[in-house]
């Protein structure tokens, strides 16, 4: 019985253990960042499953870097196909990311929100009148 409860309790400093470090990372690495959008993309898994989404960009020093939309649990994010609709190539945002970028793990940092910022149409998606023509 003694044992059980040990095994419990590791499980469960465990189980802590790795909350706290993911909720360290996610908020502990959070950056404001403006960028120009230059290429989006959908990476879908070989098996079908999971997907990701990635965006390429341009920064106000000319520099490059791609980042990651996907939903995240611990920042309340579940709208990353409703962000990556939202931004357009040529478009430029203010966005909160999190994260780091390490090429070897094909890792990214996440864009957690976009504003638009500048001279960006902001698209209005709303349904045509009954009997009139769709756009």
Do not use: C, H
């Not at 990651?68 to 920042?75: F, I, M, P, V, W």
Request: aromatic share 12%.
């Amino acid at each position: 019985m003694k044992s059980k409860t040990i095994f419990v309790a590791a499980g469960a400093v465990m189980l802590t253990a790795a909350f706290a470090g993911s909720a360290a990372y996610q908020y502990g690495t959070q950056d404001q960042v403006t960028f120009t959008v230059t290429d989006k993309e959908r990476l879908v898994a070989r098996d079908g499953g999971s997907a990701k989404y990635l965006v390429s960009t341009r920064d106000t020093q000319g520099g490059i870097e791609v980042f990651e939309n996907t939903d995240a649990l611990l920042q309340w994010k579940f709208n990353s196909s409703d962000i990556q609709a939202k931004l357009e190539v040529g478009g430029t945002y203010d966005a909160q990311v999190y994260g780091w970028r390490v090429p070897f793990l094909s890792m990214y940092r996440n864009i957690v929100d976009v504003e638009s910022v500048g001279e960006n149409p902001q698209i209005e998606y709303s349904r045509p009148a009954p009997g009139r023509p769709g756009m």
